[in-house]
């Protein structure tokens, strides 16, 4: 069976067959016995019987036999003797088939055939699995050219939340996957968001795209990183430095893990001690130190058009994930003091861009640009101001459609000037150049001594004149436009010579008139050889004289300080091109403002601004101008929440406040004008008492004189007015930084921090969820480690009852809310202060001193619930372990094991403490 020579045989296919068949043809005489004998010695039982030495059938015929035709069944039985399945033939001719006609697709560059396949492909390809290779091939080929209707399809939901033909979808290449997220979009996101009844309702239309689907994991991922989360907590950091070390955790990229790794670490070392994550008895993960930078990264690639060879960011997808992202700070609801990081994240989507913006979001990026600068430094100076400011008018007026954009600059319509017009000089240069004309036009007159050229000349003296002369000039002429300052550069001078000369040869005709021609060119020569090369170099000396000194001026100017001022107001609908699907800018941009981040440096500006200027000048705060300007922006950042819930049909720029409005103090018009001239004072002077307060304590300059006094500052409840949030947040920055060591006396912090707490208390009823305040205040307490004072010790848990106890709002009214503080973030701090207090030993707090603290604790915050399941003991024995509840928790094991020490090893001794302990509270809970 095997061939005698034992060597593979050779078959001539294809283009080599058809060259062999040629060659005998061109030989033979019978073309059709020759054909007839090329198909018999070629067919497919020849091939066969040639390479394993057989005999073929049709040979053992007679000659009258037809000849044996291919039988396709006989080499499947064939191939089935040899092992192989009828399946694996059919299979690998399927792919061989299949991989020609991918190929063939790939070569094809005319649309109209890609178009006519993806017709007839798609429905075989939705149902057969073995043809989407050819579905995806013809995607592919496609590529931004696949029609909408396809795109459309693609992205069909099945009616249960899950995607149709999501087979389909996976393996499409990201460019394809981009364009279906942008069809999507367009399909179920309405260009006209009027008709909507809420934000809920536009939030629940973003959740039905695939586009909300795809980010959403990524926002939360961001969102969920603990150290973020932490770091943007710390509203009032004390210190520039502290601010540049909380902000390097602001964005880790992946492509650098180590490296961030190191730096994350090295700076947590460098902040006090109490300020990380270690106090509270948790560490995070390795995974979760980067989850944000790996959800920036990941949405940078997702919304870059990486396939065409640019990184720039895609304007439908980049305008889909800024509308989700603005949609949920509005659902939110969000206060100024809330940790708002997906705020953070548009940030950090704008500065993450690997390209060039679209042209619509460039002064919104320039914006977060000059804010991420200050956020790097640690300060917000005045000339950030002036760089925020300056963008903000960009956006507002480019909103208002008074800028147009021309040349790649945005400039005021109208503010174009024609090229060709010259500049007038300075009021200076002006006088010095009429001083030189008036020089040179008196040694003019003298090089006439016939005073031809003095006067004007009339008809009387030259008759016809006023006919032939059109534009007379003589010397008076000259210097009455002196007079009026009508020269504006020499030239203008010199062209009314000239114009004079001309005249006088124009109207002198003939020989009669040689004598004047020869006279008018006699002085003309004498003006251009001798008067106005001299007056040229006269104003020379005087321009670079000038030059020189504005240089100076110019120094000096930029060597102040820029004066800033409010801007002005705006209140008003933003006009709704019903074809224009584009997102508010000024919603954008107080978005941006909202960043916690932000809001620290700027909350920060106007309390150094009280200390130094405000205090150190005996000022008030209204004679700085950056005081109401930093206050607006923050005013601005504190109704980004009203403004993205108004689906940006509305953007608010605040009045200053210093003028007054005319409403009431409740009205939100009235409250920038009623936060600065009523309680802006209260702060100065709540700082000015601590400063007195110092100075009178033992030690001070006058405490023979006189003594601390014991009452806080009278101060207007605010009435649980949600508006005047920046407000609240200055007076808790300020209780933050008097209670830093060296801001008080230790003999008088007592006196202070219940001070503060007092005008605190009468400004908010419920600082219960004030997480901000209580992160940023706790390690500041802990800054004075074991040096302080009893005193102190007992107004700080004196005071923190009456937080935490306070469920009534001013009045006698009665709080809407049900809920109390008994997990809120007040309880919460407070276990980790005495948890750190009792780290020190019986030197802060005993451990007598302790157990008596901690069932008055729970007895306080049990008054504030009503409702039975929220009970410290349903909460402690609940079988299902309540989240909210684990931290404090994990807090009130740490008191117990200090409070009562048992022996190693007996934890009975503990969960029996626990259970004497649960057993009282229930006691207590049935008295009250």
Known sequence: MSNSKNKTPKFAVGQAAARQVEKELHKSTNPTKTISDFQLSRSLHSMFSKAFGTLPTYSQRDATSEMESLDTDSVLVFLTHLGVSQYEVHKRISDSLQKELEDEIRKINNQEPLLSLLKTCWHYAATVPELRPILWAVLKQLGDKVPTAVLKALGEDDGHGNLKHSAIFRPLPPLLKRLVWEADWDKKIPMEKEHLDSPSEYMKLLESTLLYGTVDPLIEKYCGNTQLLESASKLFASTAHERRVLTTQRRALASSTSKQANMISSAATLLPRGNNLATCGTMPSADNEFSSGKAVSQLRDLLSDTDSGTSSYREKLLHGILSILIARHGNAKCSLTTVNLHCTLVADILLSAGGSLPAVY???????????????????????????????????????????????????????????????????????????????????????????FLNPVSDSIAPGYSR???????????????????????????????????????????????????????????????????????????????????????????IEKPRVSPLEPVNKKRRMDPHDNALSMPTLASVVLSDPFV????????????????????????AHTTIPSVLQLLHIAQWSSNSCQTSEKLYFVPESGLSPSGAAPNDESSVPYYSIRR?????????????????????????????????????????????????????????????LPGNSQETTLALTFEKLSQTLVNLKANMWEEKSFFASLVPTILRHKARLKGSVRDAIISSWMVWLGKNDVHDGQQATNDNGSILSAAHEYFLLLLNSWAKFGNTLISRDLLSQVVPCLIKTVN?????????????????????????????????????YQPQLGKQDDIAEYISELIELVKLVETIH
């Open 468 to 558: 032939v002369i059109t534009k007379p000039m003589c010397f008076s002429s000259m210097g009455n436009k002196i007079e009026k300052n009508a020269y504006n550069s020499l030239q203008d001078w010199e062209a009314d010579v000239k114009l004079m000369f001309k005249n006088c040869v124009d109207y002198n005709r003939g020989v009669s008139g040689k004598w004047f021609r020869d006279e008018a060119g006699r002085q003309l020569k004498i003006f251009r050889d001798e008067i106005l090369p001299q007056a040229k170099k006269l104003y020379m000396v005087e321009v670079q004289k000038r030059t020189v000194e504005d240089e100076v001026a110019s120094k000096k100017r930029e």
């Open 599 to 622: 809001v620290r440096l700027l909350l920060d500006h106007v309390l150094r601004s009280l200390r130094i200027d405000v205090l150190g000048g005996n000022t008030i705060p209204i």
């Open 863 to 899: 008054r504030t619930e009503s409702v039975p399941e929220r009970k410290f003991s349903s909460l402690w024995k609940s079988s299902v372990e309540n989240e909210e509840f684990r931290p404090l928790r994990i807090q009130y094991e740490r008191i117990l094991k200090t409070t």
């Open 362 to 452: 460039q002064p919104v990026a320039t914006l977060t640009r000059s804010l991420d600068d200050a956020v790097k430094n640690g300060i917000f100076s005045e000339e950030d101001l002036v760089k925020v400011q300056g963008a903000l008018k960009t956006i507002y007026e480019a909103n208002d459609g008074s800028l147009r954009k021309e040349t790649g600059k945005w400039k005021k319509a109208g503010s174009e000037k024609d090229g060709k017009d010259k500049a007038k000089p300075t009021t200076f240069l002006k006088r010095q150049l009429n001083r030189i004309i008036t020089a040179g036009l008196t040694a003019m007159k003298e090089s006439d001594p016939q005073n031809l």
């Open 679 to 739: 309680y802006l004072p209260v702060l100065v002077h709540l700082l000015l008492e601590a400063k007195l307060d110092k100075r009178f304590s033992h030690g001070g300059d006058l405490a023979s004189v006189a003594h601390p006094r014991q009452r806080a500052p009278g101060i207007q409840p605010l009435d649980g007015n949600a508006s005047y949030q920046v407000v609240v947040a200055l007076f808790q920055g300020v209780f933050v930084h008097l209670c």
